[in-house]
């Protein structure tokens, strides 16, 4: 039945002892009736927003931990720009494992830094940035003996392929799938979860995968747009989207594969274009999601202006962490508060 989520798929998970589990998964598809207005085309959103970390990351991590158990470690650790690292400290705190992470310094959403430090990680800042981070946790973690749960760890991927399975046991094989691309293991691990239904029979196609990238942190999307099999890394990632600021995504190669053998595509898109994007789903679709996940829909939006989405495609949208990941971010999109003095004629004055 449904209350067990990712783990209702256990028979396609390698995973044999009793999983590490929060109730991760079963995340809602919501039908984005007002984008579809828009957009001329079917609309699904599926908010990964809504698991008990606040991403798609518990999806991974319950795997990858229960893992880490089975293979009898004691102590896991990541590179992340912070989603990852919640959901990992997350999970080891429930495994009882020790959790080691780097995050880049300053460039952190601080919902997922408190995340990361209240659940028991140690947290440590690097003055440098993701990539950098990840060089550094790979060699950390040789020499320490840590079990590396970056999506370098193919078990992360076997649990996010459950998103593919769980769009299907919903409303079957939709059109194409859109969702935000940064270090790229998400993209790969969808693609590999429609690619293993239809091996074994229960679909007869797989949806277009089409990543979106902000335009400050594009390596994926420049590869797409000169056909190649691997990336130029980007040294100076920059963008709003701090969740996506990767300039050299470990999983390139298997992503690139995903969207040439999908038929899919890659698409850039403006740090303007992603707050309107996040704007717009909270205050016109009722979905709260962090400027990375509203990426999705920014990059929807300029795929359909570009032609390349059929008027009738079923599309769904993956928006992969929550609003509140990023309050900061909210208060330099929206601003503050109006204040006033707490009488009746002063909030007449201002509604
Ligand atoms: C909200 C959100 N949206 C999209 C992505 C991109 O997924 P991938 O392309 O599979 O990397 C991330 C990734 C976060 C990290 O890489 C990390 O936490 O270290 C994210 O947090």
Redesign the pocket.
Known sequence: GNELRVWKYRCLLPVKREPVSLKEGGTPLYHATKLAEELGCKVYVKHEGANPSG???DRGMTVGVTKAIELGRNAVA?????????SMAMYAAKAGLKAYVLLPAGKVALG?VAQALMHGAKVIGIRGN?DEALALVRKISEEEGFYLL??VNPFRLEG?KTIAYEIVDEIGTPDRVV???????????IYKGFKELKELGLIDSIPKMSGVQAEGANPIYKAVMECREDIDPVLKPETV?T??R?GQ?V?AKK?LRAIYESNGTAVQVSDEEIIRAQKDLAAKEGIGV?P??A?SVAGLRKLVAEGVVERDETVVCIT??HLL?DPEAVIRACGQPIEVDASLEAIRAVL
């Open positions: 991403s798609f990351k990541c590179a992340s720009t912070g989603n990852t690292s919640a997922k993701f970056n999506s996010q969702l935000p691309v940064g270090n790229a293991g998400n993209i790969s691990a989207a969740a996506i990767i995504p999983n992503a962090e990375a996940s990426a992969t962490g990941k």
